[in-house]
C-alpha cells in the first residue's frame, strides 16, 4: 500500500521568491513520484515524475523535484514565483509506475502574492 | 488532439434525479479513469477500464453509481438516484499503456450539484 501527505493546504508566496511545497510519500516497494497542476477550471497536468535514476527531477514552467528516500520526501520547488504558477498542486505515488494505481495528496493551493 | 472532452462543464440536479456524466478520451488510449474530487476527500479512483473492460470499480462508493464504456472512444458514469452528498467534480482521464510511467491525461471535469 501506499500514501501520500502533503503539508500545507494552503501556501501563499510573494512574486519572485523561492516556491516550496512539500511531499512525503509511504511505499512498500521502490515508488515512482509525480506532480500535477491543476489550474482553475481545468484538469490536472503532469508536472513532473521520477521514476528512477537521478534524484533530481526538472519538469516544466520551471520547477523541479528532488526525491529523498532517506527522508521519503519529493518536494516541488521553484526559485521565482510568478502569478501564473498559482493553482493548485497533487503530489501522487505508484508503486510500479502504473497510472491504475496512483494515490494522489489532498493537494496545495498556492497563492502568489504582487 | 484535442485532448479528454467532459461533458457536461457543469450539471445542477435535484436530488433523486439520474445523472449521467460523458466522457471521449484521447484517441488511441487503452486505459480510461473516472476520479471524483471533494474537499473532504480530495481526489478519490472510482473505477478504470481497460481496452473498454471494467478491471476495478472498487472505488465507486455505491449501487447508485455505474459506469460503462460501450467502445474505445466513449464512457459514461451515471448515478441513480443522486443524493446531495454525491456534489462534487467528476474528472475522467485516459492514459496510454505499455510504458512504465504511464502520464495521465486528464479532462477538465464535470461539476455536479445536487440540490
Known amino acids: 500500500a501506499q500514501s501520500v501527505t502533503q503539508l500545507g493546504s494552503h501556501v501563499s508566496v510573494s512574486e519572485g521568491a523561492l516556491v516550496l511545497l512539500r511531499c512525503n510519500y509511504s511505499s512498500s516497494v521502490p515508488p515512482y513520484l509525480f506532480w500535477y497542476v491543476q489550474y482553475p477550471n481545468q484538469g490536472l497536468q503532469l508536472l513532473l515524475k521520477?521514476?528512477?535514476?537521478?534524484?533530481l527531477v526538472k519538469g516544466i514552467n520551471g520547477f523541479e523535484a528532488e526525491f529523498k528516500k532517506s527522508e521519503t520526501s519529493f518536494h516541488l520547488t521553484k526559485p521565482s514565483a510568478h502569478m501564473s504558477d498559482a493553482a493548485e498542486y497533487f503530489c501522487a505515488v505508484s508503486p510500479l509506475g502504473s497510472a491504475r494505481q496512483l494515490t494522489f495528496g489532498s493537494g496545495t493551493q498556492l497563492t502568489v502574492l504582487p | 488532439d484535442a485532448g479528454v472532452i467532459q461533458s457536461p462543464r457543469h450539471e445542477v440536479t435535484e436530488m433523486g434525479q439520474e445523472v449521467t456524466l460523458r466522457c471521449k478520451p484521447i484517441s488511441g488510449h487503452d486505459y480510461l479513469f473516472w476520479y471524483r474530487q471533494t474537499m473532504m476527500r480530495g481526489l478519490e479512483l472510482l473505477i478504470y477500464f481497460n481496452n473498454n473492460v471494467p478491471i476495478d470499480d472498487s472505488g465507486m462508493p455505491e449501487d447508485r453509481f455505474s459506469a460503462k464504456m460501450p467502445n474505445a472512444s466513449f464512457s459514461t458514469l451515471k448515478i441513480q438516484p443522486s443524493e446531495p452528498r454525491d456534489s462534487a467534480v467528476y474528472f475522467c482521464?485516459?492514459?496510454?499503456?505499455?510504458?512504465?510511467?504511464?502520464?495521465?491525461?486528464f479532462g477538465s471535469g464535470t461539476q455536479l450539484s445536487v440540490l
Open positions: 521520477y521514476t528512477t535514476g537521478a534524484t
Open positions: 482521464a485516459s492514459s496510454l499503456s505499455g510504458q512504465t510511467n504511464e502520464k495521465l491525461f
